[in-house]
């Protein structure tokens, strides 16, 4: 099945959530997961300028439609609806470092 979304929309395959890192570790729920969640950009609109298939995002949980295709979790969300684009060679400073 091919989803082409209209508008100015994205379909984002949505990470699975888990609590438990590769090394068995229990992380607790913080604020920031309750807000959004991350994912790939699977398919675009053509009016969608900024986001290719493939982009890492992170898009708000309660902007976008969820969906359920072959038991994997999508997000339909607006363009303007993304938060990030990331990758995973960004280093992310607080304030004061260098």
């Known amino acids: 099945m091919k989803l082409i979304p209209k508008g100015r929309r994205a379909l984002i395959k949505i990470d699975p959530e888990t609590s438990v ?3 068995g570790i229990h ?3 913080s604020k ?3 807000r959004y969640r991350t994912g790939e950009v699977t398919a675009v609109s053509a009016k969608c300028h900024e986001l290719q298939v493939g982009d890492r995002v992170a898009v708000n ?3 976008a439609d969820e969906h359920i295709f072959d038991g994997k979790t999508y997000q339909l969300t607006e363009e303007d609806d993304i938060l990030f684009v990331y990758t ?3 280093e992310v400073l607080e304030p004061g470092e260098t």
Do not use: N, V
């Open 61 to 63: 949980r309660f902007k």
């Open 32 to 34: 920031s997961a309750e």
């Open 27 to 29: 992380l607790p729920q």
């Open 21 to 23: 890192t590769k090394g």
């Open 88 to 90: 995973h060679d960004i």
